[in-house]
């Protein structure tokens, strides 16, 4: 069972219909998000992606997409909205994480994010972040929610976080999920880019970089949702080994941080109680109600 917020109808409307509004200009008394697209022969999604992002009317968007030289229909999808888009290529890159880097490194934004080619964005989810933004300055990265969709836009699962904490990035695993996560653009310039050597986990692995980082706060934003798609195509359904294996590495290096004198799995069942114990002084009873039906399910 979805939140009874997350209107099902409008959400599948706002991935495939054009809601643009023409006539709105840029402000800058908003921050500058900056947004980058991978891409690489997602054509089949890659229009709801970009409406994801464009429909939002946000008034001060930077968008660039990067195109690993397509060879089905991604192109002319692009060039459909290309007069939206701040900057657009399409041509050999070096995988997906050197063409967000090479995104990010065009990024003006005050925040910047990323968005795969095949996931998105709820409606009103900048404006959500833009808010927290400009009310929490002490704060380096903004995070949500995620809803698992599946190739028809439909929901199946959802899945609530809960205020940061960085070891449980080692114990418990991703506290922070990529479709609705923005850091501020000073932490590229800080702490570096994504690591171009994983595949599948330079997500985890910079979130943790950041989230390891001194003097980073992180702030979760309780009605922030981001949407990620399972599908056959997908990477989480074709190397799940590679992300398997690059999850381990990291979790290592990051581990050596940590000055933990109780066993592993103690720490991972603290973890776990402490999300409970978060659900339960909010009084999500539902929420709880709903992860436990999903494990018993599996």
């Not at 990024?107 to 994010?113: H, P, S």
């Not at 095949?118 to 808010?131: I, M, Q, S, T």
Request: neutral net charge; charged residues 25%.
């Amino acid at each position: 069972m979805l939140p009874n917020y997350f209107n099902i109808p409008y959400f599948k409307k706002f991935l495939t219909q054009s809601q643009i509004n023409e006539n709105s200009d840029a402000n800058s008394k908003y921050p500058k998000i900056t947004v980058v697209t991978p891409s690489y022969n997602q054509a089949i999604y890659l229009e709801r992606t970009i409406l994801s992002i464009l429909n939002q009317n946000y008034p001060n968007l930077e968008y660039i997409i990067m195109d690993g030289g397509s060879t089905d229909d991604s192109v002319e999808v692009i060039k459909k909205y290309e007069k939206y888009i701040t900057y657009w290529e399409s041509g050999k890159d070096g995988g997906q994480a050197a063409a967000i880097n090479k995104g990010f490194k065009m990024a003006t934004g005050d925040l910047v994010t990323f968005q795969n080619s095949d996931d998105v964005f709820v409606h009103g989810a900048f404006e959500l972040v833009a808010k927290s933004y400009l009310s929490n300055p002490e704060n380096s990265f903004f995070y949500g929610n995620v809803v698992m969709i599946d190739e028809h836009d439909e929901p199946f699962e959802y899945i609530k976080t809960i205020p940061f904490w960085s070891p449980a990035l080692i114990y418990d695993g991703m506290q922070c999920h990529n479709q609705c996560y923005f850091f501020k653009k000073e932490l590229l310039q800080k702490f570096g880019y994504l690591n171009e050597s994983y595949r599948f986990c330079f997500d985890y692995e910079i979130m943790s970089r950041y989230g390891f980082g001194e003097n980073v706060k992180g702030k979760l934003i309780e009605n922030l949702w981001g949407a990620f798609r399972i599908h056959s195509a997908s990477k989480s359904s074709n190397i799940s080994q590679v992300g398997l294996r690059e999850h381990q590495t990291i979790k290592e290096i990051y581990q050596s941080k940590l000055k933990s004198f109780l066993p592993e799995k103690l720490n991972y069942y603290y973890c776990r109680i402490r999300k409970v114990l978060y659900f339960i002084l909010k009084g999500d009873f539902e929420y709880i109600r709903y992860r436990k039906n999903i494990v018993m399910v599996k």
